[in-house]
T-cell receptor, first 112, second 117 residues
Framework: EDQVTQSPEALRLQEGESSSLNCSYT??????LFWYRQDPGKGPEFLFT???AGEEKEKERLKATLTKKESFLHITAPKPEDSATYLC?????????????FGTGTKLQVIP | GAVVSQHPSWVICKSGTSVKIECRSL??????MFWYRQFPKQSLMLMAT?????????EQGVEKDKFLINHASLTLSTLTVTSAHPEDSSFYIC?????????????FGDGTRLSIL
């Protein structure tokens, strides 16, 4: 069974204090790893897709990287508006059946 | 962009009522739409996957007669919670995908908070 574990559960940063969020995964036939941002009471907002180990993608202060076992979401010099829950998900293929499995998220709070 | 609109955003109703939730992809055609429940501090729980013009595929443990899904067009899917009871209270979120494979990102609506009294 595919599994996604995100750590830490919660992270509190001072504005400007860079850090990384971790997403460890086990999946049958990785077809894609996805990062989303979710604000309270809202649906997740798509950020990145990574397809193979070594791939990196950037968007403003966020950079996502991928290895064969985990992905990191690096946040450089965060601002209060980066406060949100960040979700990781993996797309797998097992027995001809495609499925996306989500982690429980890391709740990030950036303090001014 | 890829915008998905979900309506209503909040529903409060009496036990035994049926509730319909709409999910529309506004600026793209969605071959596949997904319906999730989300509980506090838990991951998104997939309820069902629907492809336009086909019957929905339900996850194990999800009652298909309780949660009716219709995906009549490439831009609209509906979830009807029939004879809702307090245990059905939850945050329901839909998503849409252009091609539906597990290598494709999903684009989410803003969810519907359902409260059954």
């Amino acid at each position: 069974e595919d599994q996604v574990t995100q750590s830490p559960e919660a992270l509190r940063l001072q504005e400007g204090e860079s850090s990384s969020l971790n997403c460890s995964y086990t999946v049958s036939g990785l077809r894609g790893l996805f990062w989303y941002r979710q604000d309270p009471g809202k649906g997740p907002e798509f950020l990145f897709t990574l397809y193979s180990a070594g791939e990196e993608k950037e968007k403003e202060r966020l950079k996502a990287t991928l290895t064969k076992k985990e992905s990191f979401l690096h946040i450089t010099a965060p601002k209060p508006e980066d406060s949100a829950t960040y979700l990781c998900a993996v797309g797998g293929l097992s027995g001809g059946y495609q499925k996306v499995t989500f982690g429980t998220g890391t709740k990030l709070q950036v303090i001014p | 962009g890829a915008v998905v609109s979900q309506h209503p955003s909040w529903v409060i109703c009496k036990s035994g009522t049926s509730v319909k939730i709409e999910c529309r992809s506004l600026d793209f055609q969605a071959t596949t739409m997904f319906w999730y429940r989300q509980f506090p501090k838990q991951s998104l729980m997939l309820m069902a996957t629907s492809n336009e013009g086909s019957k929905a595929t339900y996850e194990q443990g999800v009652e298909k007669d309780k949660f009716l899904i219709n995906h009549a067009s490439l831009t609209l899917s509906t979830l009807t919670v029939t004879s809702a009871h307090p245990e059905d209270s939850s945050f329901y979120i839909c998503s849409a995908s252009r091609q539906g494979g597990s290598n494709q990102p999903q684009h989410f609506g803003d969810g519907t908070r359902l409260s059954i009294l």
